[in-house]
């Protein structure tokens, strides 16, 4: 009995009091509301409404949702860009946990050139997508870029393709530099990871005789799934809004011949360049749908990792 | 308590004050009679063109003040769209708005006032297609002053030309064994942005305007008597696809950038593009010799050669000025010859007004060949009051071909996406 007012009184000594969390934790709600929340329910307010440029003429309902599904273009490009979201996905998903992954594991053997090669590797990270975009636009260009002339003048013609001008291999090509841009973002995390691993089960593997393949597998990977998880969810977050990279390198309107079409093109051109009278209506709905498709991802792709994190206990 | 209430009337006087300013701040009138009149436009060069312009007007009227305020072109209807919603009183009084499908979405927003041509006596003088591209089309009616039109036409290096002992050709047979005669040469033919969206479009039109029959195969479409799949369509398109086997390999990829490289470095010999690519192609490379023809018709195909061309949009005033008077004022001097003249001349562009005389030559040139054979362009000024838009199409039908789909396909590709929203008008 003493034990428990012990630890009951002790607890309440640690605990703050309500007007005190309150009171920290008001700034960061209030930017939250005024930046996330309210635009976040807006929107749906909007979809729900008929506008006529940005006048309100009547309640929609969910009509402007309907017309997403029914209406030429969108419900042939709908299904596009969100195909090429996903394969956008999928793809830096992979390059990223692989390629990333490596990457950290490697920086964990220079120990003295660690801290130069996170910073190389994560500088493009911290460039806008929209300059990245614009520069791999000239260093690709088929006319005067330097990649092709490289690549001609060593021989390699027949690897001189028109990167970004090709629909066979635009996509992948978006899907390079886009994962070339935020690799230092996976390196940073899975470094950290590795750094707060416990030395000794790896030492302990060794010892039992366990090759470096082996050690990874069953040490390593396992121990990092939780950081695997949260960088396929950021990076399925990132995938399925992608927008000013692919506005740099492929246009609004995802060319060549809609090849590179995404969903956040389709927004922006909803929104800002049909000059569709219900512009507004109709945008916010894809807006909303954009909204769900993330969500719903994100807590999907969560669910798999607590589970599979859950096996490996 | 005291104390209390001396706090409160400080607060009172600051909060009064705070009022006043505020109101002083988006009142753009006062007891002076001063007047100050918010002129916005797209382009930040649009808004000193035509600060250059008002000076003599500014002058006459020493109680006027204007703001002259350029948004980016890819801001620009965003901005507008929101200042005009929310009765800030910070929103323009007079704002220069592109043609057609924009300054409809502005007018079917309720957001411009109508304008009496009563009121503007040299309305006769301007461009008839100008002063259509900001007229309401459902009605009519006028809503903006033009300033300024634009066309297509193919650009040449002379100096390649004599090199290469060319001359002009007078039809498309002429123009093809002209481009083969370069292909043997280290010059690339022609370019243009093939691949980008509107300058595509606009290429489109000057390469297959006069083969897919003009004004006249314009009108039958538009009145639902033909589509995009009929032979003279695609046989425009057939002529876009012949062309483009003498431009840069992979033209889809080419951007506005690539094509003006290619042209003032005297790596292309011809160019085909609007009137607004003269001044860049003199920034870029001063001492390149230039000059332009309209696009060459076979004696064969239903239309001669033709020049098409668009108005570029015009000045508009909106619904909700709070001088309208002036605002009106102001708009009938911009419609007269001196401030028209004193922008195109410093803008490089060609005018919506007959009268004006260009110091530009090779502008003079084009703009002598518009008033001779111009048509309207049909993408550009007919096809983007929808979802998809006429631009978009012909663009991506244009990108399909290049990469190896036929005429056909692209043609039916283009009426497809036409059949979404477009819908024929009728014949009085």
Redesign the interface.
């Known amino acids: 009995m003493k034990t428990k007012m012990a630890k009951s009184s002790g607890a309440q000594l640690n605990r703050p009091p309500g007007w005190l969390v309150l009171l920290f934790t008001a700034p960061a709600f209030l930017l939250f509301a005024i930046f996330l929340l309210g635009p976040s329910i807006s929107v749906f307010v909007i979809s729900a409404f008929e506008w006529?440029?940005?006048?309100q003429v009547g309640f929609a309902g969910l009509n402007n949702f309907f017309q997403l599904f029914d209406?030429?273009?969108f419900k042939h490009e709908i299904p596009r860009a969100l195909g090429h979201n996903l394969v956008f996905f999928v793809g830096v998903f992979l390059l990223q946990n692989s390629i990333g992954l490596f990457l950290a594991i490697q920086l964990q053997r220079f120990k003295r050139a660690r801290r130069v090669l996170q910073v190389i590797y994560t500088t493009p990270y911290l460039i806008s997508p929209l300059v990245v975009g614009y520069l791999w636009?000239l260093l690709l260009?088929?006319?005067?870029g330097p990649v092709n002339s490289l690549l001609r003048g060593i021989g390699l013609d027949q690897f001189a393709l028109?990167w970004?001008?090709?629909?066979s291999i635009a996509l992948f090509t978006v899907i390079m530099i886009a994962s070339w841009q935020w690799m230092g973002f996976p390196v940073l995390l899975y470094s950290a990871a590795l750094a707060g691993m416990a030395p000794e089960l790896d030492e302990a593997a060794r010892v039992d005789g366990a090759g470096g393949m082996k050690r990874f597998w069953f040490i390593t990977l396992p121990l990092m799934t939780p950081v695997v998880g949260t960088v396929s969810i950021l990076t399925f977050i990132s995938a399925m809004e992608v927008f000013p990279l692919v506005y740099a390198l492929a246009?609004?309107?995802g060319?060549?011949?809609?090849a590179t079409d995404v969903l956040g093109l389709l927004f922006y051109r909803?929104?800002?360049q049909?000059?569709?009278?219900n512009a507004l209506g109709l945008s916010s709905a894809l807006g909303v749908l954009m909204m769900f498709l993330v969500l719903g991802g994100a807590f999907v792709a969560k669910k798999i990792f607590r589970r599979i994190e859950e096996g490996l206990e | 308590m005291n104390k209390s209430k001396s706090r409160l009337r400080v607060a009172g006087a600051l909060a009064l004050s705070m009022v006043m300013l505020s109101a002083c701040a988006t009142d753009s009138g006062n007891e002076d009679g001063n007047i100050t009149l918010r002129l916005w436009t797209f382009d930040q060069g649009n808004a000193d063109y035509l600060e250059q312009a008002v000076q003599t007007y500014l002058a006459e009227n020493p109680h006027l003040t204007i703001e002259f305020q350029g948004y980016p072109d890819a801001d620009y209807v965003r901005v507008l769209t929101t200042a005009w919603a929310s009765d800030s009183g910070n929103a323009p009084d007079l704002a220069l708005i592109k043609a057609y499908g924009i300054v409809q979405s502005f007018i079917d927003n309720g957001n411009l006032q109508k304008l009496d041509p009563a009121d503007f006596p040299e309305l006769p003088v301007f461009d008839q297609k100008a002063l259509d591209g900001v007229s309401d089309r459902n009605t009519g009616d006028l809503y903006g002053i033009p300033f300024t039109i634009v066309t297509g036409e193919i650009y040449y290096n002379t100096d390649i030309f004599d090199e290469l002992g060319l001359t002009v050709p007078k039809t498309y047979e002429e123009f093809i064994a002209m481009l083969q005669k370069i292909e043997q040469t280290e010059y690339v033919p022609i370019v243009w942005p093939s691949g980008e969206t509107v300058h595509g479009a606009q290429a489109a039109d000057i390469l297959m305007n006069a083969r897919r029959g003009g004004t006249e195969w314009q009108d039958r479409f538009l009145h639902g008597e033909t589509d995009a799949t009929d032979a003279d369509f695609v046989g425009g398109l057939e002529v876009i696809k012949e062309v483009s086997q003498y431009t840069v390999d992979h033209p889809q990829t080419v951007t506005r950038e690539d094509a003006l490289a290619l042209f003032s470095s005297g790596k292309a010999v011809t160019y085909a593009n609007g009137p607004w690519i003269i001044a860049q192609i003199r920034r870029a490379n001063p001492d390149i010799n230039f000059a332009s023809f309209s696009m060459p018709a076979s004696p064969s195909w239903p239309s001669g050669t033709v020049k098409p061309g668009a108005s570029d949009g015009g000045v508009t005033l909106s619904a909700k000025s709070a001088h309208p008077e002036e605002a009106k004022k102001l708009l009938n001097w911009l419609s007269t010859n001196e401030p028209q003249s004193i922008y195109v001349n410093i803008s490089g562009k060609l005018p919506a007004r007959t009268d004006v005389v260009l110091e530009d030559k090779i502008a003079q040139q084009v703009f002598d060949d518009y008033l001779d054979h111009g048509t309207t362009q049909f993408f550009t000024v007919y096809t983007r009051y929808g979802v998809p838009s006429g631009t978009d199409l012909i663009s991506e039908a244009a990108e399909r071909m290049f990469l190896g789909a036929t005429p056909t396909e692209a043609a039916k590709g283009f009426q497809d996406g036409m059949d979404a929203w477009f819908v024929p008008m009728k014949r009085n």
């Open positions: 006529r440029g940005t006048t209406r030429v273009p636009l260009s088929p006319t005067f028109a970004l001008g090709d629909p246009g609004p309107t060319s060549p011949a809609g909803t929104s800002f049909t000059g569709l009278p």
